[in-house]
């Protein structure tokens, strides 16, 4: 017998895991069995006195979209990435659907500030039907990773708190027009969210090639610095080092790295790579750009199939490492900062990868700096609550971490009920609209 019977909502598994040592959730898909499920049932009479009716849109990946309809927020199930024609199809499907089953026409929505995601094609229909019927669509932005802080915010209910540094990593969101976000610390503080650090930038190029190419990230890195840029620039335009001979260029660090590098390149890449890093005006805080860099040093070289394949591995490798109870450095410690200074990172674990030094101890080393980095940041804006978000949070061993290093001096909040990755946009972006953009100045 053959079931005829059209899904209406197909939905993907959901997907759990538990960090390793203090088994802290991690919500990688939030789908069948979790989803659609509903916040604010008690407080969104406050938030929205107007009684709006809210279309929150989401990302452009992991999509998900959320309504206003009444006196709850509902969240879809994991859409997924709307690059994919029948992904988007499915995305459109499920709107429409939620329409007729709530009566439901928004009023207000929120997307991205990035101007080209897909969902945000689905604007011009109600824009249009509002026009058909004079009633007004407003739309209103919401950057990337505000949307992030803001949605753990709303979920471990942090928006009357004093003061909550938000730590947001993840792979890359439209922050400026010349600057791709990733790596970012936000302070709440008196009802106002404002970015107070970030991880130093780096030239960001050829779009999506440089997400699937970790080389292209650790040549990046390794060429932000203005000086390291003029050296490698004069070395390719004349062929030769500016040293006198072999024995000196040997002794010196920056050119044995970048002679390191460039075995990885063809001619012909590495003249193309260069001249784009050095001449780059966009640039980028992509923290998963930078563990794509870190990984390629460790020795994973080739390109990356599926979205965080590089970060995966270097936090299986490092987890190996954590489990021998080796002896943990930060990279950083004799370093003042308000940013954490990638290039001086990034050189110290290609000095000891140089060294011989084994790839998953240097891994473990890397993560441990990175919450120590956080330590600093923390300390330096005064605060006791710290919150995480953002697609590296999925990391098990970054999140233990967190819990060893911090755990005793701040209190720490993780995504549990939405997954830290951008599935949580359309409730951050919602979150962000009805607790703070309504009350901006």
Known sequence: MHNTIEIQHPQDDSVIKFSPKHQQKLVFRRSRGFAPNYFFAEELSQLNKEKNKILSLGGDLKNTFAIVPNNH????????????????????????????????????????????????????????????????????????????????????????????????????????????????????????????????????????????????????????????????????????????????????????????????????????????????????????????AVSFILGFEKPIFFEGESAMWLEKISQEAFENNIKIIDYLEEEKFENIPTKKLFSRILKEKMSGKNAGEIGLNFHYTLIKAIEKIAEKNNVKELAFSGGVWQNALLVDLAIDVLGEKFTLHFHEKLSPNDENISFGQLNYYLNYLKFEV
């Open 73 to 292: 927020v509902y969240i879809s199930e994991y859409i997924g990435d709307l690059a994919n024609f029948e992904t988007y199809e499915r995305f459109e499907n499920t709107v429409k659907s939620y329409q007729e089953i709530f009566n439901f026409s928004p009023e207000i929505i929120l997307k991205d500030l990035h101007p080209k995601y897909e969902n945000q094609k689905i604007i011009s229909r109600f824009e249009k039907k509002s026009a058909q019927s004079a009633k007004s669509t407003r739309v209103e932005k919401i950057q990337h990773h505000k949307a992030h802080f803001a949605s753990i915010l709303g979920e471990k209910k942090l928006w009357k708190s004093e003061k909550v540094l938000g730590v947001v990593w993840d792979g890359i969101g439209f922050g400026t027009s010349t600057e791709i976000w990733g790596g970012e610390f936000f302070l709440f503080e008196n009802k106002r969210i404002k970015r107070v650090g970030q991880l130093e930038n780096f030239a960001w190029i050829l779009g999506d090639k440089m997400s699937k190419s970790p080389k292209i990230s650790a040549l990046s890195i390794f060429l932000n610095s203005e000086e390291d840029s003029h050296e490698v620039a004069t070395i390719n335009s004349i062929g030769q080092s500016p040293m006198k001979n072999e024995e000196e260029i040997c002794e010196a660090p920056k050119v044995r790295n970048q002679n390191y590098l460039k075995q990885f390149f063809d001619e012909n890449e590495w003249k193309i790579y260069t001249n784009l890093i050095n001449k780059s005006e966009v640039k980028t805080s992509s923290m998963g750009r930078f563990f794509d």
